[in-house]
């Protein structure tokens, strides 16, 4: 079983979603959004580092998996996010936690079947896979969209695998895998 945890950083929000996959099953196991307030860019990572690694204490990810940088409004946006990024990479590496990183095109790809999906279209495709009775917001809802994105990439075990509706339960509707023809 893996434990996939999935990072949006920011700097001034930063999302998080923990996944299980095991075989052709996804798990959502928790979800949220750390606020980094608007003060001293230090002490905004340090409470980002705080938040991670609380987060990796209790749930105990096996792996990470974190959004490259792709472009920012401006220089200093773009140099913030990339100090975030460092912190979440630090955060993980700290604990041993192997990390995976993804651009935004290829989440999109991985979860709506295109690389130009919007944050809705990605929001409303993650609720659907992970059953998910409400919005975890759109920071984490990127972050569960990166862990899935992580868990279907192709060194993982589902890397031959595609969606698939199962039948539905009370529980609501379930996303499985299903191996793609060869």
């Keep these: 079983m893996r434990r996939i ?15 299980e996959v095991e075989g052709s099953h996804v798990v959502y196991l928790e979800s949220g959004i ?20 609380d987060v990796i204490h209790r749930l105990q990810p096996t792996e990470c998996a974190v959004e490259e940088v792709f472009l920012a409004k401006n220089f200093q946006s773009a140099l913030k996010l990339g100090q975030a990024r460092g912190v979440a990479l630090l955060s993980a590496g700290t604990a041993s936690i192997p990390v995976k990183e993804f651009a935004a095109k290829t989440v999109k790809q991985a979860i709506c079947g295109q690389g ?13 896979i ?51 023809p060869k």
């Design 5 to 19: 945890l999935g990072i949006d950083p920011g700097s001034i929000k930063t999302g998080w979603g923990v996944i």
């Design 34 to 53: 750390l606020t980094l307030g608007s003060g001293a860019m230090s002490n905004r990572l340090l409470t980002l580092h705080q938040g991670l690694a």
């Design 116 to 128: 130009q999906a919007s944050k809705a279209q990605m929001q409303n495709m993650v609720i659907r």
């Design 130 to 180: 992970l059953g998910l009775s409400e919005n975890p917001g759109e920071d984490a809802a990127d972050a569960l969209g990166i862990a899935l994105c992580a868990g279907y990439s192709k060194d993982g075990e589902g890397a031959d695998a595609r969606f698939r509706l199962s039948s539905r339960s009370r529980s609501g509707s379930r996303w499985r895998l299903k191996e793609s």
